[in-house]
């Protein structure tokens, strides 16, 4: 019940593109839910977030979808660029910093 | 966000010994944790600092092989004890904001020979 399922493991986007990552949860107690993007040798950054009580959060070219419903949330990249290339993890936790995360997905944006 | 740093940012060390990472943190904040990243895996919690108390520590990680000291609320120190080439790994710090937002240091890259 704890566990954060995340896919594609990897994905290439053709420049321009929309990269599409997906999650899915089981613990409906969660509420809160990161997208966190980390580049070869640098710690995570968190990129954006969003909690239950809306369906969608855009910040510039990034999106999170959320589906309270299915328990499932997305990472939509607009536009996509080679400097978007880098893992992407998406995590979950309870309102007390404890952070469930998922596997990861490797990006790669082809020029 | 607070800006998070790391010492060393890299060590190559000889099994059996120990190496301790500082992380400071720019600002004063309550919660502070240690992660264990795998190259080319997820992040794994090690333990949560807690200032002026032992730390708290996930299922599979002990005191003993992972002491770690908060003396402050800008400050925390991760040992790796008695290593062994199974330690090698990216070591993270991070710290926890507002509204159960995490930021995290840049790493320490261990590889215990």
């Known amino acids: 019940q704890q566990q954060v399922k995340q896919s594609p493991q990897s994905l290439i986007v053709q420049k321009g593109g929309i990269s599409i990552i997906n999650c899915a949860y089981e613990n409906t107690a969660f509420d809160y839910f990161p997208w966190y993007q980390q580049f070869p040798g640098k710690g995570p950054a968190l990129l954006i977030a969003?909690?239950?009580d809306v369906s969608e959060k855009k910040e510039g070219r990034f999106t999170i979808s959320f589906n309270k419903s299915a328990k499932q949330f997305s990472l939509h990249i607009m536009d996509s660029q080679p400097g978007d290339s880098a893992t992407y993890f998406c995590?979950?936790?309870?309102?007390?910093?404890?952070?469930?995360w998922g596997a990861g997905t490797k990006l790669i944006i082809k020029p | 966000s607070a800006v998070i740093s790391q010492k060393p940012s890299r060590d190559i060390c000889q099994r059996g010994t120990s190496l301790t990472i500082q992380c400071q943190v720019d600002?004063?904040?309550?919660?502070m944790f240690w992660y264990r990243q795998q190259p080319g895996q997820s992040l794994t919690l090690i333990a949560t600092a807690n200032q002026g108390s032992e730390a708290t520590y996930e299922s599979g990680f002990v005191i003993d092989k992972f002491p770690i000291s908060r003396p402050n609320l800008t400050f925390s120190t991760l040992t790796v004890s008695n290593m062994s080439p199974e330690d090698s790994s990216i070591y993270l710090c991070?710290?926890?904001?507002?509204?159960?937002?995490?930021?995290f240091g840049p790493g320490t890259r261990l590889t215990v020979l």
């Open positions: 600002s004063q904040v309550t919660m």
């Open positions: 991070s710290v926890g904001q507002d509204y159960n937002e995490q930021f």
């Open positions: 995590a979950a936790s309870k309102s007390n910093y404890q952070l469930i």
């Open positions: 969003i909690r239950p």
